[in-house]
Each structure stands twice: as structure tokens, then as C-alpha cells.
């Protein structure tokens, strides 16, 4: 089994906490928009988000804003735009639906923090002793199958929205970059060792990951639940016919799977492959049958920010010849002709 690595750089998060209230000039006229990017993004409602653009049509994300007011930012700030605030995209800006505005108080500044999708909000809690300011706790990838979640660089000493043309996004608004924080399977092609008889079929029925971790909690890494699963990648009761030529295995119904950030130990993860040989001469049916392939022996661990794909060959337990050949008996006999 050959296995293949590809990089999705996307963002990291900072949610930092309110703990004060003071007075503060709210006199404001322009409002606060969030131009999101991503190490790479792409326009889909859920899913792996690829590319480096933060579509329009990308999940609605969450977000927050700390006010300052001094050029110190390193303690707590007072809350600005509460955590955490669905931003909307409303045609040409990423911005909340109650509109927040801007501080024109001398020597004043905004911290923001952001997460996306938004819908994975109930995880989220600002905890600005991290380095990213946001803890997320008991994420559980089981459940949230379709979310690519991603933490923001947060954007300290903010005072007023940048322009398009200078951040080099689509969007006028405060630098929003984000990072994946899972990894995920992209996709699979399966071949056969060699080319199958005309008098046989090779069949793929499933593709398993045995022992994953599914749920932990993020603070600056993550530290994963005991819990594991068994993940079914691809499956066909009647069987992909095989040849030896790559094809494609569609990953589940949707063609990706998030997964927690893990390292592997021995003889633990793996990879299970059930396959079925049918011999159309005679109408036997060998199978189906499982191989299981420990993934510590091929990588260290499944890494956040990175997609996997994986390249199968299979073969059955091939019939092999061990030839010999009896040696010849030397006879020798004196013949008289008279």
C-alpha cells in the first residue's frame, strides 16, 4: 500500500475573553467588516474548504472583538463584538447582522478572533491564555461530519477595515486567515497486483479505518478522548470489479472524512480491506475476504492541515509452482552384433 501526502494550509483561531467593563467611545461611523481568507478555501457550504479565497458562499463563520485603549494588547480586554457573532456575507462584505462599528477614541484598537463554520459554535469558548484564544472542547468528528474546522490568526491593533486592493482578498475588512485544525481523507484508487484472469472477478467491498480517535479538546493542540471507531471509508455489497489499472474508490457517500489529528501506535490503527474472488468458469465464490494493514507501518499519525490519499494494490494469496523435475536413471547395456 503506497500512501500519499497533500498539504491544505488553511488557519489557526484566537478567541480572547472579556473580563472588564469600562467607558467607551462609541461614537463610530464605519462598520466593522471581516475580509476572511483561507491558507486555502473554496466556495462550498460544508465539506473541505481548498484554494486560498474564503468564498461568498463559503459557511457563515463566528467571530469576536476585544477592545483596547492603549497600544497594549497583551491583558484582557473589554468585549466589543460578543463571542461569538455569526458573520454574514451581504453581497460584497463579511459583517454581523446587528452591525458593529468601529472606536474612534484616541489611541484605541480592536483584537479580533474567528472560527469557522459557524454551526460547530456550541464547542467554542474564548480563552485568552492560549495562543490562540479559543478552547474548543469535546469536538467530536463523528457528529460533525460535514464541518472543515478552522481557527483564525487573530488581528490584534485593528482600527479601521483595510481595503481589498491592500490585503489581497476579495473583501474590505479585518484580516481574517484561517487554518485547518483536522485531517481529512481526500481519496482512494484501488488496483490488483496483476491483471485478474478472464475467468475470474476481483471485487473491492469495503475500506475500513479500525481504532480512530473521533473526540477531543483544542487548546493549543489537541488532546484526544480515549474513545475509538470504526470508519467505513468505502463500501459495495456486490463489489467494484478490479483490474490492474488504478480506479477510483469514492470515500463514503460524500467523497471525504474529517478526522481527529492522532499519532499511531502499534498494531492499533488500521486499515481493513474486504474483498470477494468469483471464478465465472465454475461459479465459485471465494470471500469476502479481509486484510488488515497497520498504519504505523507506513506513517506516524494522521497531522491537522494536511489531506490524505490513499493508493491500494491487491492481490489474494496467489497460487504459486515450486517445478522440479525427477532426474534421468543412467542405464548402460553391451549389445553383441554377430
Do not use: R
Not at 486499515?271 to 461459479?283: A, D, F, V
Not at 497531522?303 to 536413471?329: C, H, M, Q, R
Request: aromatic share 14%.
Amino acid at each position: 500500500m503506497k500512501k500519499f501526502i497533500f498539504f491544505a494550509v488553511a488557519a489557526c483561531v484566537a478567541l480572547a475573553s472579556c473580563t472588564k467593563n469600562e467607558k467607551i467611545d462609541t461614537t463610530a461611523d464605519q462598520l466593522i467588516n471581516f475580509k476572511a481568507v483561507v491558507g486555502l478555501a473554496q466556495n462550498l457550504k460544508s465539506g473541505p474548504i481548498s484554494g486560498t479565497k474564503y468564498e461568498s458562499t463559503a459557511p457563515t463563520f463566528g467571530a469576536a472583538a476585544l477592545y483596547y485603549n492603549t497600544e497594549d494588547t497583551s491583558k484582557d480586554g473589554s468585549e466589543w463584538i460578543p463571542a461569538f457573532t455569526e458573520m454574514l456575507y451581504d453581497g460584497s462584505s463579511w459583517s454581523a447582522a446587528e452591525g458593529y462599528y468601529w472606536p474612534k477614541a484616541e489611541g484605541s484598537s480592536l483584537t479580533t478572533y474567528a472560527f469557522s463554520p459557524y454551526s460547530v459554535n456550541t464547542y467554542m469558548s474564548l480563552t485568552t491564555s492560549t495562543t490562540y484564544g479559543i478552547t474548543v472542547t469535546d469536538y467530536d468528528t463523528e457528529v460533525e461530519k460535514d464541518a472543515d474546522l478552522m481557527l483564525a490568526t487573530p488581528a490584534k491593533g485593528q482600527t479601521s477595515n483595510t481595503e481589498a486592493k491592500d490585503n489581497g482578498t476579495a473583501y474590505d475588512g479585518v484580516p481574517t486567515v484561517f487554518h485547518h485544525v483536522l485531517a481529512y481523507v481526500d481519496s482512494m484508487s484501488v488496483k490488483t497486483k496483476k491483471a485478474v484472469p478472464s475467468n475470474q472477478q476481483f471485487l473491492l467491498n469495503k475500506i475500513e479505518l479500525v481504532s480512530i480517535n473521533h473526540k477531543g479538546t483544542f487548546t493549543d493542540a489537541w488532546e484526544l478522548d480515549d474513545d475509538q471507531v470504526t470508519v467505513t471509508l468505502y463500501e459495495n455489497t456486490d463489489g467494484l470489479a478490479l483490474s490492474d489499472e488504478y480506479q477510483g474508490a469514492t470515500t463514503n457517500e460524500v467523497g471525504y472524512y474529517f478526522l481527529m489529528p492522532q499519532t499511531f501506535a502499534e498494531e492499533t490503527q488500521a486499515i481493513q480491506i474486504t474483498y470477494t474472488i468469483k471464478y465465472t468458469s465454475s461459479g465459485i465464490t471465494d470471500g469476502p475476504n479481509t486484510k488488515t494493514i497497520y498504519l504505523k507501518d507506513s506513517f506516524d499519525g494522521f497531522e491537522k492541515n494536511k489531506a490524505y490519499t490513499f493508493n491500494f494494490i491487491l492481490s489474494g494469496d496467489e497460487i504459486l509452482f515450486a517445478p522440479s523435475a525427477v532426474d534421468w536413471t543412467a542405464e548402460s547395456y553391451d549389445i553383441t552384433v554377430e
